[in-house]
């Protein structure tokens, strides 16, 4: 009897061996993939024919016109805040207008802004099939003359922002 169990014992202790043996190869040889990282939305181009609300910003008295298309729903939009504020303190010294582009009423999209302590110039109100922006935020730079000089979607990381803040301070001080 104590030979079986010897013998049982003994195949169990291999089948062991051979299992954590080939765990560790199959994890050498196939590694975990790890966790996807936190969601940062790419900047893509918008063409300028479906941004048709251009023509409702006020172009005149900037070199440029910053337009922040936002929704308030969106998370992404409540995180850049600290960005905006900065921008909206830039704007004089910069000589740039700070829109903000909506969907929403205008009283719901100012009271919005003041909230967070983000001063725009002005807010243009959209309807959903015109905006032509496919996410919030979208940030878009758009010079005197009405052309799109820079488009970034999604909340951005500190290359992006100095990239955006070094175009619109350009030759300035």
Not at 132 to 149: D, M, S, Y
Request: proline fraction near 6%.
């Amino acid at each position: 009897m104590s030979r079986k169990l010897d013998t049982i014992a003994s195949t169990l202790l291999r089948l062991a061996c051979m299992a954590v043996i080939g765990d560790v190869t199959w994890r050498h040889a196939f590694p975990p993939i790890p966790a996807a990282p936190k969601r940062v939305a790419v900047p893509r181009a918008v063409p300028p024919e479906k941004l048709v609300w251009l023509s409702q910003t006020g172009f005149s008295g900037a070199d440029r016109t910053v337009a922040i298309v936002i929704r308030e729903s969106c998370g992404y939009y409540t995180a850049s805040m600290p960005f905006y504020r900065e921008l909206a303190a830039q704007q004089r010294a910069a000589s740039f207008r700070l829109e903000a582009v909506t969907t929403d009423r205008v009283s719901q999209c100012e009271a919005y802004l003041k909230t967070h302590d983000v001063a725009v110039d002005d807010v243009v109100v959209v309807p959903p099939d015109r905006l032509g922006v496919q996410g919030t935020p979208t940030l878009l730079v758009i010079a005197r003359n009405g052309k799109v000089e820079h488009v970034a979607t999604g909340q951005l990381d500190a290359n992006g922002q100095k990239a955006v803040v070094d175009l619109l301070t350009q030759g300035r001080g």
